[in-house]
């Protein structure tokens, strides 16, 4: 999938996500109004609709008694059947309210299924459960308002028929009590219904209270996984930034085995696998460019080796008749064939250890004696800058079994880079200790240091610290590698520690012999 498609889809799911989120608050707002709204209309309405019934019921029962006034009969009965017509009409209209549900629109129906839905599955009851009483009520109010009814137009008749004695104009007792029954019906039903009402504003505070609980959780929820989802996308995306990152950081150093795995199919997956061709195309010409470098150094050996004869006869015919100036020139003419022939030595040396050609001759060497000699040879370079060298050697006499000539080349390239990087008057520190089974050299300058991001590539072919730049250092790179690549075959290692402007400590860690080196145990040691 494309990168672009990724970042899409990524932030489609964040923006459906809020959605949600805000369309799940604006149900909860709207269902708490419609609640609310519905229950404050449904009780007023009711209570105020019970007390205009308890009237019209005080009218009926007033007209049915003056009924039986013998005086206007037919007047009265037309009263009374316009307030038994009234009654039974409104009495309909408020049964119908108290029993009846509003009519909702599509979106409120919808709402509302998904509103109590999900207060289903989070466990929370939204059906009020005190709606039976009423209906009850409302039944046994019916009831009795039918007797009545039956028992007032069975009077009317009579009355009607003059099928009555005059005891008979006395006002009928059973009507009486049914009228009776039906009132306190009626206010019973009005308090019970006032009752509930305090009882679902109770109900409602506490779903208002549950639904602000649970809109918190879930935004909370819907920010949690907003948060993860948006972390595991730049992960995703960011990951294989990393890896290429890191290749190309190899790829400078000119560690060209680069191979990018787990590439994404996208943008950058089409870029890691352009990137794993071109670093094998820069093996190629690495390799190419070694193998030409070692036959041009192995020709230049031929022609350096006659102007060290043609120096050296010279210097041997004329060693009585050359002047001071003469002499001169001819020891920069020596000086100048030692530094190309330890230039080409290294070149050579270093495209035999790039195909893991080191060959050591093993054979017991007196270290101590061995570094002093390297450090007396290298005291012409030491002088120049007049610095210090304080010698720490844990014992006049510490053996060891290894190759003495690839050892000076080690002693020699750190001795001569602690001088390079070191500003004149300052100090350096020699250390030779041996601690079974183990031989430990360090040396400490006081000079410039060494980045500290920069530390694992200093060992790699040509790399130069960025700061060597401040000062005017002549060199091919080249020290470090075979150092370090001499200390390996060796099996030991070399440690680096560095503060820039306060100095470097380069401490080497070898096998007393070549049974140590082979077993490597000591690898896990401490020391």
Known sequence: ??????????YFFLIVLFSFSLFWLLIEIRELTLSLQN????????????????QTLEDLNANYILLFIPTNANEKIVRLEQSRHKYAQTWEQLKSRLTGHKKRTGIDILSGKFYRLILKIVGE???????QPIAQLIEETDRRWREVDSRIKQSVKNIRARQFTKARYLRDVYVKNKIQDLRK???RLNKVIGRQSIERSLWMSNIAQ???????????????????????VARKITKPIEVLKDSVNRMAIHDFEVVIPDKPNDEIGDLSSAFEQFSRRLKETDRFKSAMLSQFTHEMKSPLGSIKQATQLLEKSLNDRLSATQRRFLDIIKGNYQTLQRMITNILHTTAYDIGQIQLKYQKVNLVKLVAEQLIYLSPTIKEKEIKVNINFSSKKIEAELDAEKFKEVVQNLITNAVKFSSANTQIDVKLKEKFPLIRFSIKDQGIGIPEKEIPYIFEKMYRASNSEKISVKGTGLGLYITSQIVRAHGGRIQVKSEINKGTEFTVVLPKNRTVAKEGGWLDDSA
């Open 1 to 10: 999938m494309k990168l672009k498609y990724k970042l899409f889809l990524s």
């Open 39 to 54: 229950h404050v209309q449904q009780d007023v309405r009711s209570i105020i609709d019970l007390s205009g019934q308890l």
């Open 125 to 131: 009851n939204l059906l009020y459960s005190s709606k």
């Open 185 to 187: 019906s009626l206010v």
């Open 210 to 232: 549950k639904t602000q609980s649970l809109i918190l959780f879930t935004e909370l929820s819907l920010l949690i996984i907003a948060l993860l989802t948006a972390f595991l």
